[in-house]
């Protein structure tokens, strides 16, 4: 599980990045990379990191699921997902 610390720092991107968000398409449309630069550096969304929105893990990440796949698995057999099941064969 990611600290508490790290999870709040990516809500506030995220936060920041949805506010910016209309404003940088301006920008960018109208070329004004001068005014872009001015913009806070956590504006932008390449700074993002796709995280586990449970616990906060950056890796494994299930881009349909919105959770890494420890806690996808966890789930999906506690039956907590639905139309997910176990494969048997």
């Known amino acids: 599980m990611a600290k ?3 999870k709040a720092r990516q ?3 995220e936060a920041m990045v949805a506010k910016f968000a ?4 301006e920008l960018k449309a109208a ?3 001068a005014a872009l630069d001015q913009l806070p550096r956590n504006a932008s969304p390449v700074r993002l990191k796709n995280r586990c929105q449970l616990t906060g893990r950056p ?4 881009r349909y699921f919105g959770i890494s796949r420890v806690t996808f698995r966890d789930m999906a057999l506690n039956g907590k997902i639905p139309g997910v099941k176990k494969a048997s064969w």
């Open 31 to 33: 070329g004004d990379y």
């Open 11 to 13: 809500r506030k991107r």
């Open 4 to 6: 508490e610390s790290v």
């Open 22 to 25: 209309e404003k940088r398409a």
């Open 59 to 62: 890796k494994g990440y299930m």
